[in-house]
């Protein structure tokens, strides 16, 4: 109950309402398909009868997962690539020029909660996320840009509604890089819609995948399923709607904009006591 109150309309509507679909002959991009969020869409949308192209790094992973859904109505490829390494993502868009994609749903990302402290030797963190979460998704999309524009297509960004809010301490690799393809998304959403390409960005709340397992403190923090999250990212391929989003983050992003000094202030104390 909690959580249907906590993440409408996330929750509670469209889990309620199965929309009506017409997938035949799409073809549907999706990374990240082999664990979490990208996996449970992959389960969803193997029901219906479009062309998935499953995009992670995991290779058992996904045969195993195209093996288990072979007697659904999707036709399923697969492609192994690590979206970190720059001539892996250049090989996936000559793999994919087969292809007609109609829609892209960006969704592998990877999240790292470190200090700063601790992260002075590490500029690989950085280095991976700005691949994985903000460059890997805009060179795809650049590649698949002309035929979306051609098939009136969609791209879904599975973006994290911290992007919206000031940033808590010890996410500043993850927050950047995620923020850092929001606002590239933003930018080209008005062109790409000014050219009926459907935009839609998703401003999750926590989702109980294993990205969110290392970070303790979230055990008992209510989450979304990633299966609630995969039936939101079905509705917005059904109603091509632009933003998807817990019914209080505006309201958030006020206070966050309204008191940053006091909520800077209370994150310095918790921090100092070791509760961030
Ligand atoms: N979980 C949350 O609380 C939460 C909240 C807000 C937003 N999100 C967003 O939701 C999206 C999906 O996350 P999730 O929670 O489903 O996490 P997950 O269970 O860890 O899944 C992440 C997916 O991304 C793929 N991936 C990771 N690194 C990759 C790489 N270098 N190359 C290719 N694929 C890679 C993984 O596959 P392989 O490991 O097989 O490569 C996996 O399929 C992410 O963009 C995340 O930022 C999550």
Redesign the pocket.
């Known amino acids: 109950m909690i959580n249907k109150i906590l993440f409408f309309p996330l929750v509670s509507f469209f889990n309620s309402k199965k929309p009506k679909l017409n997938l035949k002959n799409k073809t549907i991009l999706i990374?990240?398909?082999?664990?979490?969020?990208?996996?449970s869409l992959t389960r969803l949308l193997a029901k219906e009868e479009c062309h998935l192209i499953l995009?992670?790094?995991?290779i058992d992973?996904l045969e195993l997962l195209k093996q288990e859904l072979q007697n659904n109505n999707a036709k399923i490829d697969i492609f192994v690539?690590?979206?970190?390494q720059t001539q892996e993502v250049k090989n996936l868009i000559e793999s994919l020029k087969p292809f007609t994609i109609d829609i892209f749903v960006s969704?592998?990302?990877?999240?790292i909660h470190r200090s700063i402290f601790d992260s002075l030797d590490r500029m690989h963190d950085f280095e991976r996320t700005i691949h994985?979460?903000f460059l890997a998704p805009v060179e795809l999309s650049l590649a698949l840009i002309p035929n979306l524009v051609k098939n009136k297509g969609h791209i879904i960004n599975?973006?994290?509604l911290n992007v919206k809010l000031l940033s808590a301490p010890k996410w500043s690799a993850y927050q950047s890089s995620?923020s850092a393809f929001d606002e590239w998304f933003s930018s080209v959403s008005i062109e790409l819609n000014a050219h009926q390409v459907a935009t839609t960005s998703l401003y999750?709340?926590?989702?109980r995948?294993?990205?969110?397992k290392p970070t303790k403190a979230y055990d008992s923090i209510p989450?979304l399923l990633?299966n609630e999250v995969a039936m939101v990212i079905l509705n917005a391929i059904h109603s091509r709607k632009k933003y998807y989003a817990p019914w209080w983050l505006t309201l958030a992003q006020l206070f966050s904009i309204l008191f940053r000094p006091l909520l800077e202030w209370i994150m310095i104390k918790l921090y100092n006591k070791g509760f961030l």
Request: net charge positive; glycine share 10%.
């Open positions: 990374t990240g398909a082999s664990f979490g969020i990208g996996e995009v992670a790094r995991s992973k690539c690590d979206l970190f969704n592998a990302g990877k999240s994985l979460n599975i973006s994290a995620k999750l709340p926590l989702v995948t294993r990205m969110i989450a990633p």
